[in-house]
């Protein structure tokens, strides 16, 4: 028999594109692949990338540049593109990296196995189309047990065009995937293992697929998983605050098994500033909902994303998302330096200096890293639930996430990863919570 193959694979971005990799790499496992931690002994390597910010593409150009002396001490070693920049770019990636044997879009990554057949007779391989068949039916299926903790992906694309985001033009129309499918593979996930499931999509609270009866919408689907012995945790992101409807907002406070914990970008928190985006809710509205989610469940740990600098943000605009983050009160941020991407409405806009982008960063950051550190200290002397994941640096030591997602280690905790505790919160580090069993 021989050694399986080695496949080494490189994820940039959200939290879908780990997902994606995973993916990749079952349905490169029927092909006799193995997944490898360390580049230089791999086979294959695949880069998954992301186009959201910045020179995405420039980024995965040198990148390629770096496994040049890769491919010299190997020539047998084949070299891939996925992702985003992949959908993005397509062939112009073969033609500017001879090195690049194949590209595949984040659509029709389930070809995958044929493409490497391709590849192996010494061809290119270049695939990006928006395929008719779902590329979650036609993966291999695999029985391997997983860790406590998985992404289920139960949507993808957007509809919602706004006016600095690539995600509508690189992951296509919005489509949610059958509720029917979702609940039978989060039944395997928990068989195999798995405790903690979060549903992902870029806008994952527009979600409306096919259920047992009828269309399901996030709510109810997170209803329907909640009945699936063993799995004891469901967390979804991200969210739009304009399809935060009823159903989900109530299941914040009627769903034990929903964490309290929720991304809910808002970008800017000047009224012209999201028009001007596209966004098409006002700061009002959203601190309306943040008020009633919190009615719903009172711990609710807020999390967002920010832009700074976007095209004609005034400092009165800039000033008044400070005061929506100081009314919020957030105990996670992402913030952003707003990055002009070809093709969308605001890239051909006046853009602000690179100077003002940079201070208005360092302010908000400043801010919101107050109120993380300030959500921290405020769990400890409190008791939470935490999944336990793996052994900590030091010995005895077990690591694992909060209901709040917080990092917790616990000292001298005898216990395997999956198991689920109430942890007394002793003290607050820099990235994480210090506790002991309760
Ligand atoms: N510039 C800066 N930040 C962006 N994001 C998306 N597009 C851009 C852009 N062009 C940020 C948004 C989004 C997150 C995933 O990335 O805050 O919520
Ligand atoms: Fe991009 Fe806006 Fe869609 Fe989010 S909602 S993926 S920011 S277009």
Redesign the pocket.
């Known amino acids: 028999m021989t050694a399986p193959r080695k496949l080494f694979i490189k994820t940039y971005g ?1 939290q879908m594109n780990v997902y994606d990799s995973e993916r990749m790499a079952e349905a490169l496992g029927a092909s006799g692949y193995v997944t490898t931690e360390r580049p230089e002994e791999a086979d294959m390597i695949l880069l998954n990338t992301c186009h ?3 020179k995405a593409s420039e980024k995965v150009f040198s990148e390629l540049g770096r496994l040049k002396p890769l491919k010299a001490a190997n020539p047998d070693l084949k070299i891939g593109v996925a992702g985003c920049v992949a959908q993005a770019e397509g062939a112009e990636i073969l033609r500017r990296a001879p090195l690049v044997d194949l590209v595949v879009g984040p659509q029709t990554y389930h070809r995958l196995p044929a493409m490497e057949a391709e590849i192996r007779k010494g061809n290119r391989a270049l695939d990006t189309d928006f395929p008719t068949e779902d590329k979650f039916d036609n993966l291999p299926k695999t029985r391997a047990k997983r860790g406590p903790t998985a992404f289920l992906t139960v949507q993808e694309g957007c509809d919602k065009f ?1 006016a ?4 509508p033009y690189t992951r296509g129309a919005e489509v949610s995937r059958p509720a029917t499918r979702l609940l039978a593979e989060a039944r395997d996930l928990a068989d195999r293992g798995v405790r903690e499931i979060t549903l992902l999509g870029q806008n994952v609270n527009a979600y409306h697929g096919a259920g047992p009866d009828g269309d399901w919408s996030l709510a109810r689907l997170i209803r329907g998983l909640a009945r699936i012995d063993g799995l004891a945790r469901i967390r979804y992101t ?1 969210s739009h605050p304009n399809d935060m409807t009823d159903d989900l907002i109530e299941a914040h406070g009627l769903e034990p098994k929903l964490m309290p914990y929720l991304h809910l ?1 808002v ?1 800017s928190g000047s009224d012209r500033i999201l028009k001007a985006m596209n966004r098409k809710h006002t700061a009002d509205q959203y601190l309306g909902l943040i008020d009633r989610l919190r009615a719903a469940r009172p711990d609710l740990l807020l999390s967002g ?3 700074v600098g976007f095209p004609g943000e005034s400092d009165a605009d800039f000033e008044a998302t400070m005061d929506l983050v100081r009314a919020v009160g957030y105990g996670q941020a ?8 070809p093709g ?1 409405p ?1 890239a051909d806009r006046p853009q602000l200096s690179a100077a003002v982008l940079d201070e208005r960063l360092q302010r908000l950051q400043a801010l919101l890293s107050e109120q993380q550190r300030a959500a921290q200290e405020a769990m400890v002397g409190h008791e939470v639930g935490v999944l336990f994941e793996k052994p900590g640096r030091m010995p005895g030591q077990m690591v694992g996430k909060s209901d709040h997602l917080h990092a917790v280690h616990v000292a001298g905790a005898d216990l395997q990863p999956g198991a689920i505790r109430r942890v007394r919160i002793t003290g607050s580090a820099s990235h994480s919570l210090a506790g002991a069993l309760a």
Do not use: G, L
Not at 335 to 341: E, L, M, N
């Open positions: 959200c959201i910010r910045e706004c600095f985001c690539v995600v991200t970008p970008q994303d920010f832009i992402y913030s952003f330096k707003y990055s002009a991407r969308t605001a």
